[in-house]
């Protein structure tokens, strides 16, 4: 009795270090993530670029050997002068743009064009259309007073966007500075990965899940930005051969849309109803709209070829994690949320597969085929 009672309160007294140090151990992760958690959004930037650049920190070590350093600095240098110089070439044209219409406005010489007969004669909204132009073309300053709080709104959320671009494009900057110290140190943070990733999901698995969250991250920035930036170029050659206004402005929207997985039809169908409305229906126009608008739907075509190129999960998965990671979590969460799903899928997949002592249809006895991930299009497995 004496010795079962013992043994009891050795038992209680071990649960209860076992308690006090769980308890210690989560008020010491809680400080660290409140410490962390101003820095949480340049560090996953951080990340992102370093990872995304580190292909070509890779070949530029192959001809200048042992300088880690100075190749980071090359890239962070030259990727400074690609945002840079457009950034400062667009700012110089909004700052003259908006200058220009102040002088307009100020000189009261500023008229709106009365419509066109043939607005009238639109389905569904063409005769109160027809009546508002008219209007804003006699009395604009009525019209600006009808509406004067919208337009105060409208202006304060273009204002507060604008303030929220300048100070995510400090934060990119200041993101590129430590992705460069974190690709001079590449190869050590990506055994410190594979180390971590081990550590969570097991030996058999760390490499794959780095490599994993590694191509995912990748695949994501070239089959996000790079079709944004390629839809970008083809619409912003058609606003310039249709002489649009302000094409370059345009252009960047077109861009920030695509970064946004937003359709790019926001910006070129009000665009073709304006050249429209102005030229008239000609031959030109009509080929130009036409060119506009599969500009516009080329990223249905490029994103199933694009986002999951590389990356051992179906497309829909890196798909479908992109979508809800924007969604969830604005940019950031476009890259995190697909390397999330993809790796829940893929342990997902391995935890199916691993049953002891149960043979799966279609399933390999052999030490590779239980590696095998499914992958590619309709569902194929594919071998690592």
């Not at 794959?208 to 790079?226: E, F, H, K, N, S």
């Not at 002489?243 to 790019?264: H, K, N, S, Y």
Request: with cysteine.
């Amino acid at each position: 009795m004496l010795t079962r009672t013992t043994s009891e309160r050795a038992s209680s007294r071990q649960l209860l270090d076992v308690l006090i140090r769980a308890g210690l151990i989560a008020v010491l992760c809680v400080l660290c993530f409140r410490i962390l958690v101003p820095f949480m959004n340049l560090l996953i930037w951080s990340l992102i670029l370093a990872i995304t650049l580190y292909p070509l920190q890779a070949r530029l070590r192959e001809r200048i050997p042992n300088r880690e350093g100075l190749i980071a600095m090359l890239i962070i240098g030259a990727a400074f002068v690609v945002i840079l110089v457009p950034t400062y070439l667009l700012g110089v044209a909004v700052a003259d743009s908006i200058e220009h219409v102040m002088a307009v406005f100020r000189s009261g010489n500023f008229r709106i064009p009365p419509p066109d007969e043939s607005v009238a004669r639109w389905p569904l909204l063409g005769e109160r259309v027809y009546e508002f132009w008219q209007q804003a073309s006699t009395d604009l300053t009525g019209v600006a007073h009808r509406f004067a709080p919208q337009l105060k709104e409208t202006g304060l959320a273009v204002l507060g966007m604008v303030t929220g671009l300048g100070a995510g494009l400090l934060i990119f900057f200041v993101a590129l500075v430590v992705a460069g110290i974190l690709m001079a140190h590449g190869e050590h943070g990506r055994v410190s990965a594979v180390q971590i990733a081990a550590r969570i999901s097991g030996p058999e698995n760390g490499q794959r899940i780095t490599d994993l969250c590694t191509t995912t991250i990748r695949a994501v920035a070239q089959g996000v930005v790079g079709i944004a930036f390629i839809q970008t170029l083809l619409i912003g050659i058609g606003f310039v051969l249709m002489g649009v206004p302000a094409a370059g402005l345009l252009a960047l929207a077109v861009l920030l849309l695509g970064i946004m997985q937003l359709p790019a039809t926001l910006i070129t169908v009000p665009v073709i109803a304006f050249m429209i409305v102005t030229k008239g229906i000609g031959t030109s126009v009509i080929v130009y709209s036409v060119y506009l608008i599969v500009a516009g739907l080329v990223d249905n075509v490029l994103k199933p070829l694009l986002l999951g190129r590389g990356v051992a999960v179906p497309m829909p998965v890196v798909l479908i994690g992109a979508l809800g990671g924007m969604v969830s979590g604005g940019v950031i969460g476009l890259f995190i949320g697909p390397v999330m799903l993809a790796v829940g899928y893929q342990l997902f997949w391995r935890w199916v597969r691993d049953q002891p002592g149960t043979a799966l249809p279609g399933a390999h006895t052999d030490s590779a085929a239980s590696d095998a991930v499914v992958a590619g299009n309709g569902g194929q497995v594919e071998a690592k």
